[in-house]
């Protein structure tokens, strides 16, 4: 029975490693071995699916996790070849059948991947007839419902305006931070947010008897005026002003909709841009979230409306609900503010941090040349990608300013891997200006201390500062 499970999982691993390179490599180094032939008949050999990538990554595959199963190093690199060679053989069965490149035909994909490796396996192990058999009877229903896993969960669209490209990484976690809700699941598989923060973390700021007081801080918020200038500034755009909000986790604290409703009513801008993590929580449902800022966005006072990134509390089902209320949403993508014959672009790149989605190529992809440009980043740390494509200002949240701050240390965490003087305010890398708003709410936590939370005027001015 040892064996079975071991063989088991030795050439599952296999034919997982191939599409796991393309979860990590995506496209890199993706030739496909028939090197695109196609024989008289028009169809290929075996289709642009089979890669050299794919083939060497099985073969390792078998020979490193079959030397951590307690194989011979010989049979593990052997099963990883029959298993792949059964693979390329499948493929080229099903090009004549005219089945399409990345297409399933249950039973004829799983049958010789699984079974070619037993030429030498079950010789060498005297295996019987019947045992080969329920082996790869249980080898092809697992390998059949993972694969149908892959295809029509990770690899199709999971709703038709879903504004991301396809990824699977970025998949797998929107799947466990948006789609799995039932607990205690839902707690195990964000054990961070779930368990550290609101168990351990809240217990011992209420054990220090100071958590109403972090409570009170947080909804200290103020509004900050900040001011770039620039000598390529349009001038039609001098002095124009732009409300800053990120990191809102609205459902996060009673009042603290009402309190910012007051505030921007009061602040008439020409344009708004909302800079993601919309929900308290990293996992679970975000109606609440939404509920509140249908009380928030009709308050805001914009001539150019509102324009919105994602942020790696978000998750992408929101966009259509506040596309709904006349937000713009900027996922790897650009619009343009227009003033007479004069314009500046606002460029919206997608989470960096947690979703990796961010994908500033296509962001930029369809902007003029020697043109005014914003990028809108829900975090700092694509700062150094950034600098390449030249942005007059870079704006930012995420950080929150570390929440908590301890004099004179600083931050105890900022959950950023850009430099702590990226986390907070103006900062400048390489020429290019950038400014890190500490952000509306809170996160993990609902405390503050010594880091108010802010709400940020950014005015554009043209001339020297």
């Not at 499970?5 to 296999?14: G, H, N, Q, V």
């Not at 990293?282 to 006072?301: E, H, M, V």
Request: with cysteine.
């Amino acid at each position: 029975m040892i064996l079975f499970i071991k063989l088991l999982f030795l050439i599952w691993f296999i034919n997982f490693a191939p599409p796991l390179l393309v979860v990590v490599f995506d496209t890199k180094w993706s030739a496909p071995v028939d090197g695109g032939y196609l024989l008289p008949d028009g169809r290929p050999l075996f289709g642009k699916h089979k890669t050299v990538r794919g083939i060497l990554a099985g073969i390792i595959a078998g020979g490193a996790i079959g030397l951590a199963l307690s194989f011979p190093l010989w049979l593990g690199l052997a099963t990883g070849l029959l298993s792949m060679s059964g693979d390329l053989v499948t493929s080229f069965v099903k090009r004549r059948l005219s089945f399409t490149s990345g297409s399933t035909a249950p039973g004829l994909d799983q049958i010789l991947e699984g079974l070619l490796p037993f030429v030498l396996i079950a010789p060498y192990y005297s295996l019987s007839a019947g045992y080969v058999f329920l082996f790869c009877l249980v080898f092809g229903f697992g390998a059949y419902f993972g694969s149908v896993f892959l295809k029509k969960v990770l690899l199709e669209k999971p709703f038709e305006s879903y504004p991301r490209r396809i990824r699977v990484l970025t998949r797998l976690r929107e799947i466990v931070s948006c789609k799995i809700t039932a607990k205690p699941y839902s707690y195990l598989l964000n054990f961070e947010d779930a368990v550290y923060y609101h168990l351990i973390m809240k217990s011992a700021f209420k054990a220090l008897g100071i958590y109403e007081r972090g409570k009170r801080n947080a909804m200290a918020i103020e509004k900050l005026d900040v001011s770039f200038h620039f000598y390529d500034l349009p001038p039609a755009f001098d002095d124009y002003k732009i409300l800053l909000l990120t990191d809102l986790h609205l459902d996060g604290l009673d009042g603290l909709t009402e309190k910012l409703v007051e505030i921007v009513q009061r602040a008439p801008v020409d344009l708004c841009i909302l800079g993601g993590d919309f929900r308290m929580e990293t996992y679970g449902p975000f109606d609440a979230a939404l509920d509140r800022l249908r009380l928030l966005l009709p308050a805001i006072r914009t001539r150019d409306g509102i324009v919105g990134v994602l942020g790696n509390h978000d998750c992408p089902e929101i966009v259509g609900s506040l596309k709904d209320l006349g937000v713009t949403f900027l996922v790897n993508d650009s619009t343009m503010i227009q003033r007479s014959e004069q314009c500046i672009w606002i460029v919206g790149a997608d989470d960096c941090h947690y979703f990796k989605a961010h994908d500033l190529e296509s962001a930029f992809g369809k902007l003029p040349l020697q043109t005014f440009t914003i990028l809108v980043s829900h975090s700092n740390e694509i700062y150094g990608e950034a600098i390449k494509y030249r942005p007059n200002l870079f704006l930012c949240g995420h950080t929150h300013g570390g929440q908590i701050l301890i004099p004179p240390f600083g931050p105890i965490f900022t959950h950023s891997k850009a430099p702590r003087r990226f986390c907070s305010g103006r900062w400048n890398y390489e020429g290019m200006p950038g400014y890190t708003s500490v952000g509306v709410g809170v996160s993990g936590v609902p405390v503050r201390f010594n880091c108010k939370g802010e709400v940020t005027v950014v005015s554009l001015r043209l001339g020297q500062t």
